[in-house]
């Protein structure tokens, strides 16, 4: 248990360092895992609606955050190109997320033109029903992109790593809360990047 959790302390730390510099970045993961931990509760009472809350404005923000905000050039903080980070990135690199993002707004559009999935699902007659089939499929993408990445792990590192890394994922609405409370306050400050003074060369 004990390097269960020391390997989770280096997975979260190497990702605080190398990919939240921006202080938008940080402040849209604090709006992404405040909303992730509501997703999570309505889990366990309506998880189409709990689907549509974490891809539809958990996900959004938190990958814009990376996409939009945070800098890609010579990383002098940690002594590493941007390249060099993203071929090292234990979970979604950007390239990957590209790919899950996609798969994430190809969803409604293949619903409205196939509801009824070739004949898997019933059809929905409404609105809300349509929604409903979206929320699903939201809900089916995140669990599958989880154990994809989390099985692939297995393969290119271990299964230690892999297991870690979900463990990671699963609790990073948590984690991130506590990381980055104070960015939107750095921000009004007129601070746009962490000078990360806790994170050099380490």
Known sequence: MKEFLEALRVQRWDDHRYYHHSRIN???HLVSALSFIVAYGLLFVDPAAAALLAWGVSMTTRQAGH??????GYDHVNRATHEHKE?????YNLRRKLVLMSAWAAAPVLLWLAPTLG??????????????????AW????????????VHLFFLA???????WATKILTDPFHDVML???????????ERMDPMHHARHS
């Open 26 to 28: 940080q402040s849209l």
């Open 67 to 72: 996409f939009f905000f945070e800098p890609r």
């Open 87 to 91: 071929a090292i990135k234990v979970g």
């Open 119 to 136: 004949g898997l699902i019933e059809p929905a007659a409404t609105w809300r029903g349509w929604l409903h089939d979206v929320g699903i």
């Open 139 to 150: 809900l089916a993408l995140g669990v599958g992109g989880l154990l994809f990445r989390t």
């Open 158 to 164: 271990d299964v230690r790593t892999g297991v870690v």
């Open 180 to 190: 980055y409370w104070r960015a939107p306050l750095h921000l009004l400050r007129g």
